[in-house]
């Protein structure tokens, strides 16, 4: 049983263990101390998280992209649609839809 690490005893709390140095031996205790880091090592660590920070807001940044158009085409769609719906016989559907399909004549729902 390892009680170098924090006990959960039930009431909410992490508890440490009384005496964990009598239970660990030396070669143990030797081993969990940590070595202070270099320079160059914490360079390299800053330098990973700048990439991966950068990465993570592209990607973060592109799935808002697609979101935005994607609600853009629902708009402009649900517009067309009632457009269409207030066509009163078939040729003033025909007629509505080839303006649809110009993009220049878009503006006509707005």
């Given amino acids: 049983m390892n009680t170098g690490i924090p006990l959960y005893e039930g009431d909410g709390h992490f508890h440490r263990p009384a005496t964990p140095s009598l239970l660990q031996d ?4 030797r081993a969990t101390k940590r070595t202070p880091l ?7 660590i800053e ?6 920070r950068a990465a993570t807001i ?21 517009r067309a649609e009632a457009y269409l719906g207030r066509s ?21 729902f707005g």
């Fill in 47 to 52: 330098l990973q998280a700048r990439r991966l």
């Fill in 26 to 29: 030396g070669a143990t205790a």
């Fill in 88 to 108: 009163t016989d078939v040729a003033d559907l025909e007629r509505r839809m080839r303006l649809i399909e110009r993009p220049e004549r878009m503006r006509i």
């Fill in 58 to 78: 592209q990607t973060m940044l592109a799935r808002f992209y697609d979101w935005i158009g994607q609600r853009s085409r629902e708009v402009l769609r649900g």
């Fill in 38 to 44: 270099t320079t160059e090592a914490l360079v390299s």
